[in-house]
């Protein structure tokens, strides 16, 4: 995770403070990305969402003002709905702030093959942004 954490940051060495505790997460955990002298650089959640039968790791990195950078699928566990670790579909969610409310087939695309995937995707995005939003974090 932490490599995939540090392609979002110019810093060369990056460590990871998990704050989860100041927030109640139900699937995941957020943790502080910091840089040197402990300089905050944005913030990273590692959640776990469920697909058809099974479920998917994901990973959403934010700046230090809650803003989405990047979003990644980590590991995906079904043999079919995998599509929707694509970085153009996951790119929807880029740029987003923490107002930001996503509705599958209105502002998110369908995926042929991945719907269940791609609404759970969706929720849980929209409830990790409103658990930040009222969280003492923002």
Known sequence: MSKAVAQ???????QLRDVSGDVNFEYGQ???VLGQ????????????APSKTDTFDYLV?????????????????ED?????????????????DL???FDYGQNIAAISGATISVRSMTRAI????SDILKSPLY
């Not at 979002?8 to 990056?14: D, G, H, K, R, V």
């Not at 929209?126 to 942004?129: A, I």
């Open 61 to 77: 990195v934010f700046d230090k003002t809650f803003i989405i950078k990047n979003i990644k699928v980590l590991v995906y566990r």
């Open 99 to 101: 107002s930001a409310h």
């Open 126 to 129: 929209n409830s990790l942004l």
């Open 30 to 32: 957020l943790f502080q």
């Open 8 to 14: 979002n940051f110019p810093e060369s060495q990056i």
């Open 37 to 48: 002298n402990e300089l905050l650089l944005g913030y990273a959640f590692l959640g776990n």
């Open 80 to 96: 079919y709905g995998g599509e929707i670790g694509s970085k153009r579909w996951l790119r929807q969610f880029t740029g987003k």
